[in-house]
């Protein structure tokens, strides 16, 4: 849970997520709890935004990221501390006195239905916290000039990876390659293949 230290924090979000109508909320929360269960890879902050905006819920992109943040904070906390569902909404009116009865009463029934299979994910993951990847794409290109060489004509290869952090945010990471970097990587790459098979 977040600490109460931080209750004007808590009472922006709290108000944030009470502007969500039931179902929305729902939506939102099953998604999170989904992703804290081990069963999708990341929660990606600008579908929930186009979610929200669909439904003619009007919050800009960091209001919604704050809810996320809260939510996947307390969902995580929760299950770290195996809390009970009634404990958990108890934890959440001692953080703000701005939630609203039909807020908490979604996320008392999600957490009661979900608690226990995120409680158990919680327990496996605590042994390995580090980011998956879940895209990869890649591209040829031909470096014609530079600033300090008129004739370059040097081949490199340009990679984006986006990857799920442990903390469930889904970041992008770019780089580029020369040829003879890229065949290195692509046998490493192949090695691991073959040791992963083997297990």
């Not at 939102?28 to 990606?44: F, K, P």
């Not at 903390?167 to 046998?187: D, K, L, V």
Request: aromatic share 6%; hydrophobic share 40%.
């Amino acid at each position: 849970m977040p600490a109460a230290g931080e209750s004007y924090g808590i009472n922006s979000v709290a108000e944030k997520i009470c502007r969500l109508p039931p179902d929305l909320l729902t939506e939102a929360s099953q998604h999170i709890l989904t992703y804290l269960r081990g069963q999708i890879s990341g929660v990606d902050s600008a579908e929930m935004s186009h979610r929200f905006q669909r439904a003619g819920v009007t919050l800009d992109h960091e209001a919604v990221q704050s809810i996320i943040r809260f939510l996947l904070l307390t969902f995580r906390s929760a299950g770290k501390n195996n809390l009970p569902a009634d404990e958990l909404v108890s934890k959440l009116e001692e953080g703000s006195s701005k939630w609203s009865k039909a807020s908490l009463q979604v996320l008392h029934t999600l957490w009661s239905e979900h608690g226990a299979s995120v409680h158990a994910q919680q327990d496996a993951q605590s042994l390995l916290s580090i980011g998956q990847l879940v895209d990869m794409q890649w591209k040829l290109g031909m470096a014609v000039s530079s600033d300090t060489c008129r004739s370059l004509n040097s081949p490199f290869v340009s990679l984006l990876m986006k990857i799920v952090e442990p903390s469930g945010q889904i970041c992008q990471r770019a780089f580029e390659m020369t040829i003879p970097q890229f065949q290195n990587f692509h046998r490493q790459f192949k090695e691991m293949a073959a040791i992963m098979e083997t297990v």
